[in-house]
């Protein structure tokens, strides 16, 4: 085991960070959230943040916002990755996601920042359907998408934090790049069909273009850059590419993934998809 003295974990209170604050914590292990509500406050678009963030932290993970897709990502990586080790970072473990060319360049930089490195290439979140813009359509049992019938293997954002806190903490996962995918192959359409199992619910699943989800996330004040980054994330990055299971969770931790049914289940209960409308 290394020597863990203090880790930063970017996106601290995002839907893997958060995860992975607990698990240090719960370890007993020093660990400094890093976001922009954090102490002190970490913003990648304000790189005179990162000194204070970095300071006195021999480990970080890197969770980038908001997408390796977005231009200057890989500037950003190459710069925070830089002033890391400069500032005395020993090991660096990076979330980055399967299929995206623009994230494995950000994994390039990583793996020659002349450090410890740990790559953690994720498949699609199954938290998306409730810690992020899924929610509210599944709240409302209408869920319009820009996808027919790609297959996604859907990945537990626990699964993903225990990978992460074995790489921040364990030395014989430096060097690996860990693929990491649930257990089944699954549609849009059979992932909340799931949901609707789970919690006894009426979801309608409707299969819309491109240009009809552009315009409905007009209507709802969606920003245009973020317009822009869904738009990217579901006509290039789910299109087929990623519909292979990958073995990165077994490989890492000597166990099988968690499957988008039981999920759904340990979600459902928690009844968040039943709530009125939160202000995400
Ligand atoms: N979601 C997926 O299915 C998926 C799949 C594969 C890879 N990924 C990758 O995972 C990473 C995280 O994505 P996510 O969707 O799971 O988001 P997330 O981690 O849930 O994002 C929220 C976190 O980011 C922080 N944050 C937001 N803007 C920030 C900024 N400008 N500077 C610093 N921190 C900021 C938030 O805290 P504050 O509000 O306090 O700043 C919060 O801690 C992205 O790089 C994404 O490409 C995601």
């Given at each position: 085991m290394q020597q863990v003295n203090r880790v930063l974990v970017t996106g601290g209170t995002g839907k893997t960070g958060r995860r992975v604050v607990q698990r240090l914590h719960d370890a007993h292990l020093p660990v400094r959230a890093g976001s922009r509500s954090g102490t002190p406050p970490f913003n990648w678009q304000?790189?005179?943040?990162?000194?204070?963030?970095?300071?006195?932290i021999d480990t970080v993970y890197i969770t980038y916002q908001p997408d390796f897709a977005v231009p200057g990502a890989?500037?950003?990586?190459?710069?925070?990755?830089?002033?890391?080790?400069?500032?005395?970072v020993?090991?660096?473990v990076l979330l980055s996601g399967r299929g995206e060319d623009e994230a494995q360049r950000c994994e390039q930089i990583i793996q020659q920042a002349g450090v410890e490195w740990v790559i953690v290439r994720a498949s699609w979140f199954n938290q998306n359907f409730d810690e992020s813009f899924l929610l509210e359509p599944i709240i409302a049992g209408q869920i319009a998408l820009p996808v027919t019938d790609v297959k996604e293997p859907f990945v537990d954002a626990d699964d993903i934090a225990d990978v992460v806190t074995a790489a921040l903490i364990e030395d014989r996962h430096v060097g690996e790049v860990y693929e990491l995918s649930g257990p089944r192959l699954l549609t849009f359409p059979e992932a909340v069909a799931e949901i609707a199992g789970a919690t006894g619910r009426d979801l309608q699943f409707m299969s819309i273009t491109p240009e009809q989800y552009t315009g409905f996330m007009r209507a709802g004040g969606v920003p245009e850059e973020s317009i822009w980054l869904v738009n990217y994330l579901?006509?290039?990055?789910?299109?087929?590419r990623n519909a292979t299971l990958t073995d990165g969770v077994p490989r890492s931790l000597g166990r099988a993934p968690r499957d988008f049914r039981e999920y759904a289940r340990l979600t459902a209960a928690r009844g968040v998809w039943h709530n009125s409308l939160p202000r995400l």
């Open positions: 304000e790189r005179a943040t990162w000194a204070a963030a970095l300071q006195d890989a500037d950003d990586m190459h710069a925070f990755s830089t002033q890391a080790v400069a500032a005395g020993r090991r660096l579901f006509t290039t990055v789910l299109d087929g």
